[in-house]
Nanobody, 123 residues
């Protein structure tokens, strides 16, 4: 599975961005999909994840109520809608895929990773 993340950019605080993660090589419909982020000098942290069917999602407390993860299995794409962005959301955002049905929030639980897309939120 190859993952290509896109949609990052520079936005002012309070603004919105939508990240996309396109899969190739295999269909993503049987994978749990997640988004992680890594700020400079910090460890990569969990942001959100969605079950293969799209029926169950989980979010980090820091983004709950502001970010929404979704997927379009027909397009082999996963999205992260980010609203009410804050400067502390600045990071490189990575999408990841996990075989199996259990939604995990830990980095080692994911089998495939995209290359990352930079999100910068100015104050």
């Amino acid at each position: 599975v190859q993952l290509q993340a896109s949609g990052g950019g520079l936005v002012q605080a309070g603004g919105s961005l939508r990240l996309s993660c396109a899969g190739s090589g295999r269909t993503l419909s049987s994978y749990v999909m997640g988004w992680f982020r890594q700020a400079p000098g910090k460890e990569r942290e969990f942001v959100a994840a969605i079950r293969s069917s799209g029926g169950s999602t989980i979010y980090a407390d820091s983004v709950k109520g502001r970010f929404t993860i979704s997927r379009d299995n027909a397009k082999n794409t996963v999205y992260l809608q980010m609203n009410s962005l804050k400067p502390e959301d600045t990071a490189v955002y990575y999408c990841a895929a996990r075989r199996g049905a259990v939604v995990l929030t830990t980095r080692p639980g994911y089998d495939y990773w995209g290359q990352g897309t930079q999100v910068t939120v100015s104050s």
